[in-house]
């Protein structure tokens, strides 16, 4: 079965803190992994990772891959209030005959206080 | 530009009843999924369909069905309600790439209560 395993589950900072989002995985047929950032509703996608060692960047946050160790990091540096979410990682898999479909992970809900 | 379109927003039921959600895909997307989150949980894959065919099956009960239509839009049945069925219900979209990979486009959600 595949899992994807997010750590830690909550995390309570305060502006101005660097945070590190952690994800694991064990999956068969793996071809990418996806960060998501879910406030009120649905989920919004952040960054899509498929090659080890790339990492990808968006202002403040960042991610990258480590397909040997099976892991991901969420880098979000000088962190604002309005960054306060749950943060899900997803795997997509190929699950055959051109099928693709997201394992999510339990999420990790940060909390930024001002 | 053009989102993934959801409604109802919110459906109150009891049990026992029966509830349609719908969803209507971004234009040119060719593949929805249908993902069920309940309170404090991961999102779960439901089901999925690419280009009007039934294409992966996750953890969908049997009571409930689904399917999509000419026009690309995806409906998503549920009958005899139970209380545990209470959930965000999310319908994404995305367009396949058997090379690369896919990134879903998720709607706002039909939340769902059963009493």
């Known amino acids: 079965e595949d899992k994807v395993v997010q750590s830690p589950l909550s995390l309570v900072v305060h502006e101005g803190d660097t945070v590190t989002l952690n994800c694991s995985y064990e999956?068969?047929?793996?071809?990418?992994l996806l960060w998501y950032k879910q406030e009120k509703k649905a989920p919004t996608f952040l960054f899509m990772l498929?090659?080890?060692?790339i990492e990808k960047k968006s202002g403040r946050l960042s991610s990258i891959l480590d397909k040997k160790e099976l892991f991901s990091i969420l880098n979000i540096t000088a962190t604002q209030t309005g960054d306060s979410a749950i943060y899900l990682c997803a795997v997509e898999v190929d699950s055959g005959g051109s099928n693709y479909k997201l394992t999510f992970g339990k999420g990790t809900l940060l909390t930024v206080n001002p | 530009a053009a989102g993934v379109i959801q409604s109802p927003r919110h459906l109150i039921k009891e049990k026992r009843e029966t509830a349609t959600l719908k969803c209507y895909p971004i234009p040119r997307h060719d593949t929805v999924y249908w993902y069920q989150q309940g309170p404090g949980q991961d999102p779960q894959f439901l089901i999925s369909?690419?280009?009007?065919?039934?294409?992966d099956k996750g953890s969908i009960p049997d009571r409930f069905s689904a399917q999509q239509f000419s026009d690309y839009h995806s409906e998503l049945n549920m009958s005899s309600l139970e209380l545990g069925d209470s959930a965000l219900y999310f319908c994404a979209s995305s367009l396949l790439r058997v090379s690369g990979a896919n990134v879903l486009t998720f709607g706002a959600g039909s939340r769902l209560t059963v009493l």
């Open positions: 369909f690419y280009e009007k065919m039934q294409s």
């Open positions: 999956v068969t047929n793996f071809r990418s």
């Open positions: 498929t090659s080890s060692g």
